[in-house]
Antibody, heavy 122, light 110 residues
Framework: QVQLVEFGGGVVQPGESLRLSCAAS????????MHWVRQAPGKGLEWVAF??????????YYADSVKGRFTISRDNSKNTLYLQMNSLRPEDTAVYYC?????????????WGQGTLVTVSS | QSALTQPPSASGSPGQSVTISCTGT?????????VSWYQQHPGKAPKLMIY???QRPSGVPDRFSGSKSGNTASLTVSGLQAEDAADYYC??????????FGGGTKLTVL
């Protein structure tokens, strides 16, 4: 069955960087678009970023709140999704979920990982 | 992109039906059928309950149903059971290569 496992969360100071990884299994990873979605403590869900199945060129989209600071990427040979987070702010503190789209292009979140917690604090 | 609007809370007694609304705009809910609903229990990852307005993934009880009228989507839970108590979120594609979520509704089974 589809499985998504996130890695890389932790505690960082404001202004620092962190890279999250998501290991995918149980499906043809290179055929599907992938998302990152986050949830601040006690708050609702916020879509963060999406990458199309091939991850080439302009096939990456971001929420305004992270544009220019976060970069989504993928390695289809390793069935792995990434989120590079730079210039982190306290408001980026959240559980970050890796999620699969049912299509190669952006439509919706279909399957979720278990999440990894990122805390930005001095 | 503004969040979709959901009531913060909803409730019903076991066996009753409850409907949760999700209001967007012509640029998201009103223009696309990529409307989804997710259930989230405390400390757990969200789970897809309804996709493309009214489709149910395999394994989701048929007590859960979805619909849309204009800029507002709705999730109805019939025959409420104790395990239905959770937070529910709607989501929509926006046409700007973005997704937007609702603020969430806490469903209480009385």
């Amino acid at each position: 069955q589809v499985q998504l496992v996130e890695f890389g969360g932790g505690v960082v100071q404001p202004g620092e960087s962190l890279r999250l990884s998501c290991a995918a299994s149980g499906f043809s990873f290179s055929s599907y678009g992938m998302h990152w979605v986050r949830q601040a403590p006690g708050k609702g869900l916020e879509w963060v970023a999406f990458i199309r199945y091939d991850g080439n060129g302009n096939n990456k989209y971001y929420a305004d709140s992270v544009k220019g600071r976060f970069t989504i990427s993928r390695d289809n040979s390793k069935n792995t999704l990434y989120l590079q987070m730079n210039s982190l702010r306290p408001e980026d503190t959240a559980v970050y979920y890796c999620a699969k789209d049912p299509r190669s292009y952006i439509t919706m979140v279909h399957v979720w990982g278990q999440g990894t917690l990122v805390t930005v604090s001095s | 992109q503004s969040a979709l609007t959901q009531p913060p809370s909803a409730s019903g007694s076991p066996g009753q039906s409850v409907t949760i609304s999700c209001t967007g705009t012509r640029s998201d809910v009103g223009d696309y059928d990529y409307v989804s609903w997710y259930q989230q229990h405390p400390g757990k990852a969200p789970k897809l309950m309804i996709y493309e307005v009214s489709q149910r993934p395999s394994g989701v009880p048929d007590r859960f149903s979805g619909s849309k009228s204009g800029n507002t989507a709705s999730l109805t839970v019939s025959g409420l059971q104790a395990e239905d108590a959770a937070d529910y979120y709607c989501s929509s594609y926006t046409g700007s290569n973005n997704l937007v979520f609702g603020g969430g509704t806490k469903l209480t089974v009385l």
